[in-house]
């Protein structure tokens, strides 16, 4: 994958803009951090940080250390000491960075999840991991069609080949426990490798795969989004979203992850609001709660009976109206609060720029009027009459 002002060398560096994998678009490569501590010095006493931190393919990222006479730099294809073989990934980020990264991951420098680096990557060992990478869409094509032979619930979502072409990970999503021992059997005969099997969430999924959101932008599980936190339906409800499943749920089947952005900043204003189950006692009748706009800080009210005529009140007068019923002092009506009073079956377009038609853009119809030919005839003997 590449940056959209450049294309991708035989080695799979960017040709256009030069920066190794790091250029400022972020599209080179998905999670990039980016490094701000790259062009500063370090400190009297302090020494390099010894760890870099390693993509392989999609969103996997691990840390790693290496020797004292191979500096890795950001963008740079190393060799990795993996069970049985080695792997091949590229160095996303390096310095004194990598020491905050960890901290954040809780993973502290003897931890034994940090893995060694060998050596840079040869051009044979590149070229082998670039013939690996073209297998992979048919290894999950012919797993697909195994796992369905056996009847197992299961989607096999994304292959992954170890760069000495001695392991494949097939990463799944099933729903329910799958009993897949047959399946691996089948598989390690077919295609002469150790199979490993990780079942994968929906989100996890979507985020290695990636694709376009309904915003037309690129998912943000698979750009820089690497925490997943629940989000609940609770959520659309107080921003006041339609609960429509096809709008709120991501291409993951899920509920967006979006929807917590702006969340903190709708439960503070929210709670300058009243509660939606207080009523608006008045002497012309009982004011119910309708809809609530919460940045513009404004409500809506009807009368009982009187559904179709909503009353747009401040909530410093909702306010007031409710300390005077608690006073029981008396309140003559809605109206006399009421900022404006809309008819609401009457429907109209809200814009920042006021009241628009939907239809404003449409050419108007031209009338056509066609004339009625007369035609003259005429007889022998015969004239016209005026």
């Not at 009243?274 to 404004?298: A, S």
Request: aromatic letters at 8%; a positive charge.
């Amino acid at each position: 994958m590449s940056c959209s002002n450049c294309t991708s060398g035989s080695e799979g560096t960017p040709r256009g803009c030069r920066s190794n994998g790091t250029c400022g678009s972020d599209s080179c490569n998905k999670l990039t951090v980016f490094d701000w501590l790259e062009n500063m010095q370090l400190a009297d006493g302090q020494h390099p940080c010894p760890f870099v931190e390693v993509r392989f393919k999609n969103s996997r990222k691990e840390f790693f250390s290496f020797p004292e006479d191979l500096k890795p730099q950001a963008g740079a294809l190393v060799i990795t000491k993996v069970d049985g073989g080695y792997d091949l990934g590229r160095v996303t980020l390096a310095g004194p960075l990598v020491s905050m990264q960890m901290k954040r991951k809780k993973i502290s420098k003897d931890s034994e999840k940090i893995g060694s680096i060998l050596r840079l990557a040869a051009t044979q060992e590149i070229n082998l991991w670039h013939e690996l990478r073209e297998k992979e869409a048919h290894l999950q094509v012919e797993a697909r069609k195994l796992a369905i032979a056996l009847n197992l619930e299961m989607k096999i979502s994304d292959v992954e080949y170890q760069a000495d072409g001695k392991k494949a990970t097939f990463y799944y999503t099933a729903d329910q426990r799958v009993d897949f021992r047959q399946l691996i059997k089948d598989m390690a005969q077919a295609f002469s490798v150790r199979i490993e099997m990780r079942q994968i969430g929906l989100r996890m999924e979507a985020s290695r795969l990636g694709g376009i959101g309904s915003c037309g932008r690129e998912l943000c599980c698979s750009t820089w989004l690497t925490d997943f936190r629940s989000v609940s339906s609770g959520a659309a409800r107080y921003q006041q979203l339609s609960l429509n499943p096809q709008k709120l749920s991501g291409q993951c089947g899920r509920l967006k992850c979006c929807l917590n952005y702006e969340l903190d900043a709708y439960r503070t204003e929210i709670k300058k609001f009243p509660k939606p189950e207080i009523k608006l006692h008045t002497e012309k009748g009982i004011g119910v709660f309708q809809k609530m706009d919460i940045f513009k800080g404004v409500l809506w009210y009807a009368y009982k009976n009187e559904w179709m005529t909503w009353h747009k009140l401040s909530v410093k007068d909702v306010q007031t109206i409710i300390e005077k019923n608690k006073s029981k002092t008396p309140v003559s009506s809605l109206e006399e609060f009421a900022e404006q009073t809309v008819n609401s079956d009457v429907r109209g377009f809200d814009s920042d720029l006021g009241e628009d038609s939907l239809t404003r853009f449409d050419q108007p119809k031209k009338k056509t009027f066609f004339k009625k030919k007369r035609t003259k005839k005429q007889h022998n003997g015969t004239k016209k009459k005026v």
